[in-house]
């Protein structure tokens, strides 16, 4: 089944879902009569329960539905659609709406599409699983290409089987010390005749670089729904970042940054920015009052930490968090200290739920931060990183946020290797900006929170 179907058959299940569960519960409420539908009072209902499951790739084919994770996620999309309706059905719509005759209708409807939702979701990924257990991935290109991209495979838990192949090579590889690979004329051969299925095909190399008659080959295959991508490309589609190898002073200049630095966009970003950073520092002040009495109680030091970072454009400012961590003697001061000793038992749970973070909405309302953007970085490590990763700057493109996509993608690390894997998700940010993708990482932090995965 292509993706385009999965997507299409989880949409009407989804929609059948809403209709049985929230039918079931009215006629049991007595809300409707046994066997009257209520069919027009229920498309809010079932737009919102999309579009939540839409923001966490519950449509996606390669989410895996599985997880635990995965799992939590769903039922965060679902509460938000729940709070939406209940917001639309009784704050919004006038009188005399079905769905007002009871609260609980809308509650038990939804909660009993989550059940269901989820069970044939697992159905469909399980039988995706034996699907693609038989389809393999063919990756073109030299040894070294080859080597690296099989390292990104096992790092990313790419579990698809994958074919190596050398458009230059006559023969499979003799050289023990390398990655197999064999002649593409072979694999071509076995495609022809049937003996092997392939998922897609991955170029390192660009089409100028192909001869002439292996392009044509993956034109042809191409027709034949075997999709061929660039290996920049698939990095963006199956794993949702950019490859650092790409990355060169003109890269900057292609298509896809312009929306981030837009002006009505910045604009709408900013204005959402203030609202619901004023609503957060609203409702968030007890929680900080109280967690600044609890830091300070601890050990008698401050209860906020304050520290340069880099905002956008590469204009510093001082960013705010509740402190986590002992201060350090001044001889004995440094930033790159990261000795989990240091943290302070209250530390310690601030940070597993982001509450440490809070005090950062001021920093949002005074416009040197947004809700979502790149992590802010201390000013010195950034002098590092410039120093030793080629365009790090342009993650300064846009402002720095309190969570973004490298964050809920990404465990935290202050290494130059979690640097580098964590500015190919800033960058994916960056180039393909939307307000989709916002909602997207606010549904994923609310899950890092929930089950103390922050940091």
């Not at 809010?44 to 579009?51: H, R």
Request: charged share 20%.
């Amino acid at each position: 089944m292509t993706p385009r179907k999965t997507a299409t058959l989880l949409l009407l299940l989804d929609t059948l879902s809403v209709l049985v569960s929230f039918n079931a519960v009215a006629w049991m409420r007595e809300i409707a009569a046994p066997g009257h539908w209520i069919l027009l009072p229920l498309i809010g209902p079932l737009v919102f329960f999309i579009a939540g499951l839409y923001l966490i790739d519950g449509y996606r084919e390669g989410t895996d539905m599985l997880s635990l994770d995965y799992t939590s996620q769903h039922v965060i999309a679902v509460v938000g659609a729940i709070v939406a309706t209940l917001l639309l059905t009784f704050a919004v719509i006038p009188a005399n709406y079905p769905l007002q005759g009871s609260r609980a209708v809308i509650l038990l409807g939804f909660a009993g599409a989550i059940p269901l939702s989820l069970s044939y979701r697992r159905s469909l990924y399980l039988r995706q699983i034996q699907h693609q257990s038989r389809r393999q991935l063919l990756f073109i290109g030299d040894p070294a290409s080859s080597e690296t991209f099989h390292d990104e495979c096992n790092r990313n838990g790419f579990d698809r089987p994958v074919i190596y192949a050398d458009v230059a090579a006559s023969a499979p590889s003799s050289d023990p010390s390398a990655r197999p690979r064999r002649a593409f004329g072979e694999v071509l051969d076995e495609i022809r005749n049937g003996t092997l299925t392939l998922e897609a095909i991955v170029l390192r190399e660009s089409g100028r670089e192909l001869p002439e008659d292996v392009s044509q080959t993956l034109v042809e295959l191409y027709f034949q729904g075997v999709p061929t991508y660039t290996l920049e490309l698939f990095h963006q589609v199956y794993w949702r970042k950019i490859p650092l190898y790409r990355l060169n002073q003109t890269w900057l200049f292609q298509e896809g940054f312009k929306i981030a630095r837009e002006p009505v966009f910045e604009r709408l970003k900013r204005a959402t920015d203030i609202g619901l950073s004023l609503f957060g520092l609203a409702l968030a002040a007890p929680v900080i009052a109280v967690t600044a009495a609890l830091v300070r109680l601890e050990d008698g030091g401050p209860a906020l930490f304050r520290q340069r970072r880099i905002g956008r454009n590469r204009v510093g400012f001082t960013l705010v968090k509740l402190r986590s961590m002992r201060i350090l003697p001044a001889d004995r001061a440094s930033g790159e200290e990261t000795d989990e000793v240091r943290i302070t038992r209250i530390g310690r749970w601030l940070r597993s739920t982001r509450i440490d973070e809070l005090p950062q909405l001021w920093n949002v309302l005074l416009g040197e931060m947004s809700l979502i953007g790149p992590r802010a970085e201390w000013d010195e490590r950034v002098r590092a990183y410039e120093r030793e990763i080629p365009c790090y700057h342009f993650r300064h493109l846009v402002k720095p946020g309190i969570t973004g996509w490298a964050q809920v993608n990404h465990p935290y690390g202050a290494s130059l290797d979690n640097t580098l894997r964590k500015l190919e998700y800033d960058l994916y940010y960056i180039r393909h900006f939307s307000f989709l993708l916002d909602a997207s990482i606010v549904l994923k932090t609310i899950h890092t929170m929930l089950f103390g995965k922050g940091r």
